[in-house]
């Protein structure tokens, strides 16, 4: 009988089947979790959490009513798309510098709950608690275990960075929101490709071109493309992760014709799966964007909407694109121009700015919200209360110790989990290193989060171990004998244990300066842990 390879998390990226064998190898018939209802009553679980922090006091603490910190673009903004034809002019600025989507959510919270706090939060929120529930099923999946998608969960709800971007008016949280939920598209879809090849293995169809098979039609990856043009359609940078995602996919499906013997792989891909891929993940993107545009197209105040004609000539070697789209394009450069200036060479500094070289731990947090007059209820004369955005330490400070077991895995052992997840984490880090004169924030790192606790939690996985010896045997029902509990895992679940504790206490510790409580002046500089948080 040919002995059956297990490939579940360890060789996506490895070599194929070698055809001077008499029978290739094939990977175990493993396709996703199998747990359905615990999976499902875990996750609800968890969610429900990640619900109750995120809207719990979600309307405090507001400027005397008034938006807090880069609220104030984005709240009224928000309102004016809402009671202004959908779109916005912010006429403080004279320019809107980011796409129409995230606005549009803030204008759903403000149409239900109006101008207020509990109005322009309220997007953010549900957008904050739906990232838990997609990295709990997203780490679930990729792991196959139930147990390793709650602890992501638990990590993502105590992290201070997603906790404070789901309780503002602010963009990041619905990128992050659009490409974690591409991410778990594309993952899905792996699965689905595999299953698919080994239906065709198993029909003795494999060898029929060498080619290999061709796939169908794939909606988790056609899903995928329209989430990143959501992305997109909220902040540029979600073009780093339209790349990134496109070159995901097509390893995956090099990966999977090579697992399932097809002669020809990489030609095999290029000839079936580039296409689609690209339609899927860069065009069907680029006609989400320009859709999400609808209502400024339709507008006689959307800013540059009549550009054609007055800023630029009606004829020249575009002359025959729509005057809608030529002025879209105007536009689209007015903003460009605004970015690109925006930079620290030509004087512009915020006291609070950051550098991408410290995301990745969370050196230099921001201060969102300080109060120091009129507050009371810490029990002493002198309260103060502030909101900073800092990642909780305990996950943050170990970025660069599970970015080092993250690339070891990928490279040594080849695991597809980490590569995936590291695909991810680099589209919203790495391009940020090409701007280094640019103003930079730390909430620009928002997207970074559900990676970096994805590959947290599948390193703890690790850590925990398999939850039976190899070896054991199965009985004739295929279940486990009973056996002697498996003292390596008992010993990781213990010291997993303990940092989830450590995690969730420090959580705890930070809640006051997340959240605006009052505290003592004293209280307030102990929780300024670094120089480079005051």
Same mark, same amino acid.
């Given at each position: ?10 060789? $996506? ?26 999976? =499902? ?5 968890? *969610? ?9 006091? !979600? ?11 880069? %609220? ?35 204008? #759903?919270? %403000? ?6 706090? =509990? ?59 659009? #490409? *974690?939920?591409?991410? +778990? ?17 198993? %029909? ?10 061709? !796939?169908?039609?794939?909606? &988790? ?16 940078? +979600? ?27 990489? #030609? ?27 209502? =400024? ?16 000539? @009606? ?6 694109? $729509? ?17 690109? +200036? ?33 507050? *009371? ?30 690339? &070891? ?36 790192? #928002? $997207? ?49 244990? !303990? ?15 997340? @959240?605006? !409580? ?17």
């Amino acid at each position: 009988m040919t002995q059956v390879t297990d490939q579940r998390a360890t060789a $996506p990226f490895g070599a194929g089947p070698s055809w001077s064998s008499p029978s290739a190898l094939r990977p175990s018939p493993d396709f996703g979790p199998t747990d359905t209802l615990r999976g =499902w009553l875990v996750t609800a679980f968890l *969610t429900a959490i990640a619900a109750v922090t995120r809207f719990t006091m !979600l309307n405090y603490p507001t400027d005397a009513g008034t938006p807090v910190f880069d %609220e104030k673009h984005y709240a009224p903004q928000g309102w004016q798309v809402l009671t202004g034809g959908w779109i916005e002019d912010n006429p403080g600025y004279g320019l809107v510098v980011h796409p129409p989507i995230g606005k549009q959510l803030i204008a #759903v919270g %403000e149409f239900l709950f109006g101008y207020n706090g =509990w109005g322009w939060r309220f997007a953010s929120a549900m957008a904050g608690t739906i990232v838990v529930l997609l990295v709990i099923r997203i780490v679930r999946r990729m792991a196959r275990s139930t147990l390793v998608g709650a602890i992501a969960g638990i990590l993502l709800i105590a992290d201070g960075l997603t906790f404070v971007s789901s309780r503002v008016g602010m963009l990041d949280i619905f990128l992050a929101l659009f #490409v *974690t939920s591409a991410f +778990g598209c594309l993952i899905v879809d792996r699965d689905q490709v595999r299953a698919r090849m080994a239906l065709v293995d198993a %029909e003795g169809r494999i060898g029929a071109s060498p080619f290999g098979p061709r !796939l169908g039609v794939r909606w &988790w990856r056609f899903g995928a493309g329209v989430l990143l043009g959501l992305a997109c359609g909220t902040k540029w940078s +979600g073009l780093y992760f339209a790349i990134a995602f496109l070159l995901l996919t097509v390893a995956f499906d090099i990966s999977a014709r090579r697992t399932y013997g097809v002669r020809r792989p990489w #030609v095999g891909t290029g000839l079936r799966d580039l296409g689609p891929s690209l339609y899927a993940l860069i065009v069907i993107p680029i006609g989400l964007y320009l859709a999400c545009y609808w209502a =400024w197209y339709s507008s006689e105040t959307g800013i540059d909407r009549y550009a054609v004609g007055n800023q630029v000539g @009606t004829g020249g070697f575009f002359g025959f694109l $729509p005057d809608a789209l030529r002025s879209l394009w105007f536009y689209h450069g007015e903003v460009l121009k605004f970015h690109e +200036g925006l930079t620290n060479s030509a004087g512009n500094h915020h006291p609070w700015e950051s550098k991408p070289w410290t995301w990745p731990m969370g050196l230099r947090p921001m201060l969102y919200y300080y109060a120091d007059s009129g507050v *009371t209820g810490c029990g002493q004369t002198q309260c103060v209360k502030a909101v900073m955005l800092i990642g909780t330490p305990a996950i943050w400070w170990l970025a660069f110790p599970v970015l080092g077991w993250m690339l &070891w895995r990928t490279v040594v052992r080849r695991d597809w989990r980490y590569a995936a997840v590291l695909v991810g984490y680099g589209a919203g880090l790495l391009p940020w290193f090409l701007t280094l004169d640019r103003q930079m924030y730390y909430f620009y790192a #928002v $997207p970074l989060a559900p990676f970096l606790v994805m590959g947290m939690a599948l390193v703890l996985g690790d850590v925990l171990g398999p939850a039976r010896q190899p070896g054991i045997p199965r009985s004739p029902a295929g279940t486990y004998l009973p056996v002697a509990p498996n003292e390596r895992y008992s010993l990781g679940l213990v010291a997993v244990s !303990l940092y989830l504790g450590l995690v969730i206490a420090n959580f705890i510790w930070l809640w006051p300066i997340l @959240t605006a !409580l009052p505290i003592t002046t004293g209280n307030w500089h102990d929780h300024l842990w670094l120089p480079s948080w005051r």
